[in-house]
């Protein structure tokens, strides 16, 4: 079974998941490199809520959501989560 989240493919038959490539650092060391503004930080932050609930709505938890699972496209700044391969599916509607 494929779904389609925004940009990623997910196939749960064969448990992988694609994504475009895009140039992207971790989240801390670009803070470390730009020190993110309040802004920035609030559209970071935008983006992990978003990505989280789009995953909830297909029933997917993704299971590791820390700072080292959040990537930043250099070019537009926008982040992503990373690491899915902890994710399962759970029954739409609860846990």
């Known amino acids: 079974m494929d779904e389609?989240?925004?940009q990623?493919?997910?196939?749960?038959d064969f448990g992988h998941v694609l994504q475009p490539y895009y140039n992207r650092t971790?989240?801390?060391?670009?803070d470390r490199a730009s020190h993110l503004g309040v802004e920035h930080q609030a559209m970071v932050i935008?983006?992990?809520?978003?990505?989280?609930?789009?995953?909830h709505a297909?029933?997917?938890?993704?299971g590791h959501i820390r700072i080292e699972n959040?990537?930043?496209?250099t070019m537009?700044?926008?982040?992503?989560?990373l690491s899915?391969?902890?994710?399962?599916?759970?029954p739409l509607g609860g846990f």
């Open 4 to 6: 389609y989240l925004g």
């Open 46 to 55: 935008f983006d992990i809520a978003t990505a989280m609930k789009d995953l």
């Open 76 to 81: 537009t700044g926008r982040a992503s989560l």
């Open 58 to 62: 297909a029933g997917i938890v993704h």
């Open 84 to 90: 899915l391969e902890l994710s399962r599916r759970v």
């Open 8 to 12: 990623m493919s997910i196939d749960f």
């Open 26 to 30: 971790s989240l801390e060391e670009f």
């Open 70 to 73: 959040v990537g930043i496209t």
